[in-house]
């Protein structure tokens, strides 16, 4: 394969990369570096099969130009702040709906096969069906972020169908491990490093959510890309998330007990009803029965994965 990985240098396209790389395909990466690093990937950097683009998305120009050749794209680069569409949604329907927009454009003219997009379990909104199953409907997103993923998911399907490529979604649950440069338990670290007295949650510590170790996510990916690549199917959706949930009192109680602190539990109270902030959604879990049945299933559970990540961060 000859593949881009839009947002390659970032949390789980960097992990993504490696395993490319590792498999002996030719990997190219276009990313703007505006959340991501060079020093996730710059243990390839210089290698022949390797090539990395900085540019942003938003140019069309610079798209057209980095599909370029490859037959393959996996679709990662967005800004996945959940928490910043009360404040900033033109920047969440930029960088997730414009940046997808302009990709699939660019995919119309080229030798582009197959397309590979990360998309969220935020599109299920407030799901009454738990654990939500990928044809649950009608999909009602509760935050901007869940409703631009859930506008490319559509502008992806309706050019697959029209202009013939194949396009993989997947609907991840919370995605965690080594790298990650935001979430809960990101925050939870750095808030302790500044006051390991006291630690503020946000909302009341009753949502529970369900988590998925990087490496998991990853090898899901790959594993369900293999199969699907050889389906007639055009268009296919993917959860990939974990059987088991955690709330987050108790993922403050795996964090603080992992830094060997015993902080006081400050809650923020959060709004409606206890979400950390307008738009969280409070509790969600994820069918994964269908992603199962191709053979993948995760290695890790929740509450497993996130005391890996723990100890993976505060390692760094
Ligand atoms: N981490 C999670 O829990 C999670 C859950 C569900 C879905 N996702 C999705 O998975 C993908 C990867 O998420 P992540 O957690 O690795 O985030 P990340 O921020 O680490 O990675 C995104 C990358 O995209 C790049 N990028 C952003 N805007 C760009 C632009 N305009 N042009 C070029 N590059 C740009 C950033 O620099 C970054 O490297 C995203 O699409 C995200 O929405 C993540």
Redesign the pocket.
């Known amino acids: 394969m000859k593949v881009l990985v839009?947002?390659g240098?970032?949390?789980?396209?960097s992990h993504l990369v490696d395993a490319l790389m590792e498999t002996g395909e030719e990997v190219r990466v276009?990313?703007?570096?505006?959340?991501?690093t060079l020093d996730n990937i710059k243990r390839w950097l210089g290698h022949e099969r390797f090539e990395f683009i900085r540019?942003?998305?938003?140019d069309f120009g610079t798209v057209k130009k980095a599909i370029k050749g490859v037959d393959t794209v996996f679709h990662?680069?967005?800004?996945?702040e959940v928490r910043i569409g009360s404040q900033s949604p033109e920047l969440l329907y930029e960088?997730n709906v414009l940046?997808t927009y302009n990709l699939i454009n660019a995919i119309r003219d080229s030798k582009v096969k197959f397309l590979v997009f990360?998309?969220?379990?935020t599109v299920y909104g407030d799901a009454e069906v738990i654990p939500t199953p990928e044809n649950y409907g009608p999909l009602e997103p509760i935050s901007v972020y869940g409703g631009a993923?859930l506008a490319a998911e559509a502008l992806i399907s309706g050019y697959a169908h029209t202009f013939d490529f194949k396009a993989l979604i997947f609907r991840?649950a919370?995605?965690i491990g080594e790298r990650?440069?935001?979430?809960v338990i990101y925050d939870f670290i750095n808030k302790l490093r500044r006051t390991p007295e006291e630690l503020e949650i946000l909302g009341d510590g009753t949502q529970r959510k369900s988590y998925l170790h990087v490496s998991d996510t990853v090898e899901g990916m790959l594993h369900i890309f293999d199969t699907f690549r050889r389906e007639d199917k055009l268009v296919g959706f993917y959860n990939l998330g974990n059987d088991d949930w955690i709330t987050v009192r108790e993922i403050a109680e795996i964090v603080s007990g992992e830094m060997g602190l015993k902080p006081r539990f400050v809650f923020t109270g959060g709004v409606d009803g206890g979400r950390g902030w307008k738009g969280d959604v409070k509790f969600m879990r994820l069918d994964i029965d269908k992603a199962r049945k191709t053979g993948w299933r995760p290695r890790l559970n929740s509450h497993e994965a996130v005391r890996r990540t723990v100890r993976e961060l505060l390692r760094r």
């Open positions: 839009t947002g240098a970032g949390f789980i396209g276009l990313d703007d570096l505006s959340a991501g540019g942003d998305m938003r990662l680069a967005a800004n996945p960088t940046i990360t998309s969220s379990s993923k991840l919370n995605i990650s440069n935001h979430g």
